[in-house]
């Protein structure tokens, strides 16, 4: 239960901690990677229903754009895993924090600070790191996915934020039900074994569906710092993951621009949560 700060930031760390598996899982399972999403994303929808009981409202048309652009990062995280490194998609996709902050100030009109330009540009820096000496076509399209799953996340988390707390959840609902029915007509070129099954289940029903409900019940407790830096545990395990169980070693250069990423969107943030005020934060 969690009833406290306490117990949350232990939500929080298991959370992060069952993220980071994603990699792992989806290199695992042998199937084609909209079938993956589509099942993942099933399971996960009847949990979140269970956890909401089973109360369904009308979306916005925000609401509806949030749960477009959550389908649109789960697919292209899965497919980024299958196509690249396990550490360049979710290295890339983390990017999220920046393009946040560049949306922030192209809609929301949220005026950027000296410690956001300074942090954009070490980043676009640190992201000509992932295209070096991998070559291959897919390799290429996988971190171009793993880049664009970073910035459909930035526009969930800029949309959700416009909302009343407590409503994200609905159009998460949605999102996850909308990547079910998107990836059903490739089931017909996969068949999961017994062990790629087992993979999906814990993909829908740990990753997505339970550390959700887990993470958004802490942070009903957790300070908003909280809720930034403990979830960096997920980059920072999710290649560690792959390389124990999967035996796929990123590059050097993946390596070095994943440390930069993560370390200047910590600093940054750390920064903003003590001197900027609430008003202009950007994420």
Not at 54 to 78: E, N, P
Not at 169 to 195: D, R
């Amino acid at each position: 239960m969690i009833t406290n700060r306490k117990s949350a930031l232990l939500g929080l760390i298991v959370a992060a901690l069952l993220w980071s598996t994603g990699g792992m899982l989806i290199k695992l399972i042998d199937g084609h990677a909209l079938a993956i999403s589509s099942s993942r994303a099933g399971i996960a929808a009847i949990i979140l229903l269970i956890y909401n009981r089973f109360r369904i409202t009308r979306l916005t048309k925000t609401q509806w754009l949030i749960a477009l652009f959550y389908s649109l990062t789960v697919i292209q995280f899965v497919a980024a895993n299958k196509l690249t490194t396990s550490a360049n998609a979710i290295f890339l996709q983390f990017t999220a924090a920046i393009w946040v902050a560049i949306f922030s100030r192209l809609f929301l009109k949220t005026r950027l600070r000296k410690s956001d330009l300074i942090s954009i540009i070490i980043i676009m820096f640190s992201l000509t790191l992932f295209f070096i000496n991998k070559f291959e076509t897919g390799n290429i399209i996988g971190n171009i996915l793993g880049l664009s799953s970073g910035i459909s996340f930035a526009g969930f988390i800029v949309l959700i934020g416009t909302q009343k707390e407590g409503s994200g959840i609905q159009p998460l609902i949605y999102g996850n039900v909308f990547t079910f029915l998107v990836g059903l007509p490739f089931y017909t070129v996969t068949m999961l074994g017994t062990s790629s099954m087992i993979g999906i289940i814990l993909l829908g029903l740990f990753q997505i569906g339970i550390s959700y409900i887990i993470y958004s019940k802490s942070m009903e407790y957790a300070t908003a710092l909280d809720g930034i830096l403990i979830p960096v545990i997920e980059p920072i395990l999710n290649p560690i993951w792959v390389v124990l169980l999967v035996h796929e070693i990123p590059s050097i250069y993946a390596i070095i621009g994943g440390i930069i990423m993560i370390t200047t969107i910590t600093i940054r943030s750390m920064y903003q949560m003590k001197h900027v005020e609430p008003q202009h934060r950007t994420i």
